[in-house]
């Protein structure tokens, strides 16, 4: 079985200043890993995925995370935050065989200050 | 446009009603879920959907039932079994691969009167 476990449910940065959402993982099997975004009354999409092509994974907005086994992590990283940026944050796992879903982490808050 | 659409938007339940969510995509997806979201919880997977016809348990699936007849659709039954309905139920539907990225709809809001 997979899980995921977000470490902090909200995290507070001021504008301009380092993101760090931190997610790890469990998986018997290779994994896939994705970071969802969910904006204020929007729906979920997609900010980044790691599917074993490189560890350090780029997505839309800047963001970034990178894949680290040794670890079991995929920590989502923007260097400056926008106040855009303020939002739900989700990391998710899959294992890699068939007939299995995405299981989600309980979601990381950031808020962004001026 | 190409898309989810998820009806209706708000939904309210009596006690010992069952209640169904819709669900359709015109993305000719194969697969499709239906989470359930509440503060603090994150998503949690229901049922989903690889196929035509067939449908798998999630991690919370007692007091719910889907059924998938058609691969455009795949609607969500919330029972009188279900205790504590009250949440923000998503669908969503991807293509197949575990790599394959999830579209989501925008979702249910489901409470009990």
């Known amino acids: 079985a997979q899980s995921v476990t977000q470490l902090g449910s909200h995290v507070s940065v001021s504008e301009g200043a380092l993101v760090l959402l931190r997610c790890n993982y469990s998986?018997?099997?290779?994994?896939?890993l994705f970071w969802y975004v969910q904006y204020p009354n929007q729906g979920l999409q997609l900010l980044l995925k790691?599917?074993?092509?490189?560890?350090l994974v780029k997505g839309i907005n800047g963001f970034e995370a990178e894949f680290k086994k040794s670890e079991t992590s995929f920590h989502l990283t923007k260097p400056s935050a926008h106040m855009s940026d303020a939002a739900e944050y989700f990391c998710a796992v899959r294992a890699n065989q068939a007939g299995t879903a995405l299981i989600f982490g309980k979601g990381t808050t950031l808020s962004v200050s001026s | 446009d190409g898309g989810i659409t998820q009806s209706p938007k708000y939904l309210f339940r009596k006690e010992g009603q069952n209640v169904t969510l819709s669900c359709e995509q015109n993305?000719?997806?194969?697969?499709m879920y239906w989470y359930r979201q509440d503060p603090g919880q994150g998503l949690r997977l229901i049922y989903y959907?690889?196929?035509?016809?067939?449908?798998q348990k999630g991690d919370i699936a007692e007091g719910y039932s889907v059924s998938r007849e058609k691969k455009e659709s795949f609607p969500l039954t919330v029972t009188s079994a279900q205790k504590n309905p009250t949440a923000f139920y998503l669908c969503a539907s991807s293509n197949q691969g575990a790599y394959e990225k999830l579209f989501f709809g925008s979702g249910t809001q489901l409470s009990v009167l």
């Open positions: 790691y599917t074993s092509a490189a560890t």
């Open positions: 998986s018997s099997v290779p994994p896939y």
């Open positions: 993305l000719n997806h194969d697969a």
């Open positions: 959907s690889q196929i035509v016809n067939d449908f």
